[in-house]
Every structure is written in C-alpha cells, then in structure tokens.
C-alpha cells in the first residue's frame, strides 16, 4: 500500500483478555518497528524486526508481549491478559534497511484496558 | 538524564513568528530524526540526518555532530504548524532502537 496500515485503529477490551494489533507496513521495507505512547508521555520503542526476525525486542515490558512478523511484510503485536497500564497507543513504523532511511510511521491502534 | 532532551517543551508564538526547537543528545548515533506528531497522534517524518543542514519548505534542520545538537527551524510560522515535534536519535552501529525526546509542543497562533 501507500503507508503504513494499522488495524484495528481502536480497541476497547476488558482487563485480561488478549489482543492483537496487526501492522501492514509499506511494501519492500524490510525493517518494521513497533512503538508505545501512553497519554501524556513520550514514545517508547517496543521491538524491531529485519525481515523476519527480531534482533531487537528489548523493549517489550514483559512477557505478555509478543510479536511475529511473516513473510517479510505484515506483522502482529500480542498483548496477552491485559491490564489497564497497556491502555496507549501502539505504533508501528517501517522503513528499507539501513539506518539512514527514512522512517515512515503508521496512524496508530489505540487500546483501552477497561 | 534522558539521553535525548529537547527544549523548550512548550512554545506559544504568534503567526508568522521563526520558531526554533532544540535537542541534545548524550549517546553517539548514526541518524537524527524529527518527527511531528498532530493531535490525532498521527506521526511525520520531517527529516533525517547525520550530517549538515537539510531544507524542505518552511523547515530547516540542522546538525552538529561534534557538539551533539540538533536544531528544527521554522520560518514564517502558521498556525497550522500547531503540533508536537519530536527528536529521535539511532545510536551508533543500530539498527533498530530509536531513542526519543519527550518532544515539543508547539502552539501558533493566528
């Protein structure tokens, strides 16, 4: 496509049900990044993936995070058992390989952990 | 201290009013982004640099390596400019990890 493409753009769920928040990034970007923002704070990274594999995942906050990527292309964020604290919304970005790309970033999942 | 700061964390100013955003980074990189984040919380991409001056526009962004700073400019400022820029940096040898400011919240007024 012509951007980056999150779904669903907002999720309302209860505390401890699981969710997945999938991201179509820009086709032939081999490198995909997820990011965190919660209300009022700045932007955290999550995880970074080349192709599909993730050399980076150090900013999961904790093993009820997860994330795959297939086919070089769509990627998913798990978030299992949730808890109102994961209440922000999740980015996610793309770019071709090599640090001086430019990084193109999706509209945003914006999850409620009610 | 974060590694990256930005300053000022808000700025009001008038139409038509040049506007600089400055930030400071304490950790070698490889790329410098700003990006601008509108209230909906949709993020651009303003620029990308590891060296210089890059112009697009009414935006002007410049980079000094050796003193680890980062300037965004904006001339002739429109209230449509209203919006959060943020500095991020990539460090040295990274490919993936993106460090971020807290950003800048910019306020222009007719």
């Known amino acids: 496509g012509a951007g980056v493409s999150q779904s669903p753009s907002n999720k309302v769920t209860e505390k401890g049900k699981d969710v997945e928040l999938r991201c179509d990034p820009i086709s032939g970007h081999t490198a995909l990044y997820w990011y965190r923002q919660r209300l009022g704070q700045g932007l955290e990274f999550l995880i970074y993936?080349?192709?599909?594999?993730?050399?980076?995942k150090s900013g999961l906050p904790s093993d009820r995070f997860s994330a795959e990527r297939t086919g070089e292309s769509v990627s998913t964020l798990t978030i299992q058992r949730t808890q109102q604290e994961d209440s922000a919304v999740y980015l996610c970005?793309?770019?071709?390989?090599?640090?001086?790309?430019?990084?193109?970033f999706g509209e945003g999942s914006w999850l409620t952990v009610v | 201290k974060n590694e990256v700061e930005q300053s000022p964390q808000n700025l009001t100013a008038q139409e038509g009013e040049f506007i600089t955003i400055n930030c400071s980074y304490s950790?070698?990189?490889?790329?410098l982004h700003w990006l601008q984040q509108h209230p909906g919380g949709g993020i651009v991409s303003l620029f990308m640099?590891?060296?210089g001056k890059k112009k697009h526009g009414r935006l002007i962004a410049t980079i000094n390596i050796q003193e680890k700073h980062s300037s965004l400019h904006i001339t002739a400022s429109h209230p449509r400019d209203s919006a959060v820029y943020i500095c991020?940096?990539?460090?040295?040898?990274?490919?993936?990890?993106?460090?971020f400011g807290k950003g800048t919240k910019l306020s222009v007024k007719p």
């Open positions: 991020a940096v990539r460090r040295g040898g990274s490919q993936g990890n993106l460090i």
């Open positions: 970005a793309s770019s071709l390989q090599g640090a001086g790309n430019t990084i193109y």
């Open positions: 640099l590891s060296s």
């Open positions: 993936f080349q192709g599909n594999s993730a050399p980076d």
């Open positions: 950790v070698g990189i490889s790329a």
